[in-house]
């Protein structure tokens, strides 16, 4: 079968067969125009990175670093043989500052070199812009003390504010020498929309302030903490009677007759809530009888744990009217033992005990008489050996008013183990 032959001029009489073959004859032209003619090309490559190598330079002697908040780019021109101006990445570029001539502290103008890693040739080979303004100063450290500020914290009447915790004590701030020494501290501010209600964990930003209490700006310090929490204690206020109480009270002693003040009779004081609606009074100790000779007693002012004192008095002292008191020398001569041991056999050495210092109201001390004296040797709490031993004796005398008597006695006894 005989092929068919094509019909040249019905396809050039066909438009769009003219318009596709003029077209791609067009393209073949500029082809080869392209690659025998204009064999060069022109290229630009964004954000590439500016060195800084101080190794070997006077900066590296001065302990200068160039001071940034980001690293540094810029663009970079080249022009060449196309082929190879199309093969350039940005890895293949080296920007590198000029850092002759810096001898201080400040800010320079340093000019920009560009290289090819691979040592490609290029007609053009540049950095846009050739030139750029840095700061150079010393690099330094410095630590400092956080203090906190809740001047922003409102409350409800009837609280205050107990001792507060940061959980950052320290910050250390690192960057230009210039911009660190201007800093002289930290400071954590604490804020809250409304007044508290209860103790509030606040999360707040660290701050740098000057000499003057100005904060410190700057995008080139580098702090080890931004930002820190604040333990907000919200404390219930209550005033509080002060009491004191008595120890070795001699039996029937009319303690409610016994005339002492206190010299600060209540305390402002602040805590927990719930402690604190449970407080009736507040003990600050204990006055033994065997030491009640007429003087004063002072005690501190030891608050429960999470309580503060509100109104500064550290100590409270307690007196007693001594206008209708008169005190006098004795010998008891009543001594009893009581508390043996049933396996021991207890024997007292001692008949008598002399100079015992007895006080009193002065009516009760006159009309009191030796043998109105008891000494009580109680042996229910002492470890007991056999043979003689001293022990403590407390002398009272019961249902005779106000007296008692002062000093420590001690007697004889012998032991027996049964």
């Known amino acids: 079968m005989k092929r068919p032959s094509i019909n040249f001029k019905v396809l050039f009489d066909n438009n769009k067969f003219l318009w596709f073959f003029s077209f791609l004859f067009a393209f073949l032209i500029w082809l080869s125009v392209v690659n025998t003619v204009y064999t060069t090309a022109d290229r630009t490559i964004n954000n590439v990175p500016v060195s800084f190598d101080t190794t070997g330079t006077s900066l590296e002697a001065l302990g200068l670093d160039v001071v940034l908040d980001s690293p540094m780019t810029v663009s970079v021109d080249l022009s060449g043989e196309r082929n190879v101006v199309a093969d350039v990445e940005r890895a293949d570029l080296q920007v590198q500052a000029d850092l002759t001539g810096i001898t201080a502290a400040g800010e320079y103008t340093v000019r920009l070199t560009v290289s090819d890693r691979l040592n490609r040739d290029f007609d053009n080979l540049s950095a846009a812009p050739r030139e750029v303004t840095v700061r150079f100063d010393r690099t330094v450290e410095k630590t400092l003390t956080v203090s906190v500020d809740l001047s922003g914290i409102t409350y409800p009447d009837g609280y205050v504010l107990g001792d507060d915790y940061v959980n950052v004590q320290t910050v250390t701030i690192r960057g230009p020498e210039s911009d660190v020494s201007r800093v002289a501290s930290c400071v954590a501010r604490a804020s809250h929309a409304g007044a508290i209600t209860q103790t509030e964990v606040l999360t ?3 701050t740098l302030l000057d000499a003057d209490g100005n904060e ?45 003040t206190l010299s600060k009779e209540d305390i402002l004081l602040a805590g927990p809530e719930g402690a604190v609606n449970s407080m009736e009074e507040l003990s600050v100790g204990y006055i033994d009888f065997r030491d009640m000779d007429g003087g004063d007693f002072s005690f501190n002012l030891n608050l429960p744990a999470g309580f503060i004192n509100l109104e500064g008095d550290e100590s409270v002292t307690v007196s007693f009217d001594t206008s209708d008191l008169a ?54 709490e002492v470890e007991l050996g056999q043979g003689s031993s001293s022990v403590v004796a407390d002398i009272a005398a019961p249902d005779k008013g106000l007296v008692w008597c002062s000093g420590t006695y001690r007697v004889q006894i012998s032991v027996q183990q049964n």
């Not at 080890?224 to 008595?246: C, G, M, N």
């Not at 006080?359 to 009580?376: F, I, M, Q, W, Y």
Request: proline share 5%; charged share 20%; glycine share 4%.
């Open 216 to 260: 410190v700006v700057s995008d080139y310090i580098q702090m080890s903490s931004e930002t820190a929490d604040i333990t907000v204690p919200l404390l219930k206020t209550k005033r509080v009677p002060i009491t004191v109480d008595f120890l070795h009270v001699p039996d029937g002693f009319p303690l409610d007759e016994l005339n002492y």
């Open 327 to 380: 005190s006098q020398e004795m010998t008891v001569t009543n001594i009893q033992l009581t508390g043996v041991p049933e396996d021991y056999t207890v024997t007292l050495v001692t008949t008598s005990i002399r100079g015992v210092t007895v006080h009193g109201r002065t009516a009760d001390l006159a009309a009191l008489t030796a043998e109105d004296l008891v000494a009580t040797v109680d042996l229910s």
């Open 204 to 206: 707040t930003d660290l």
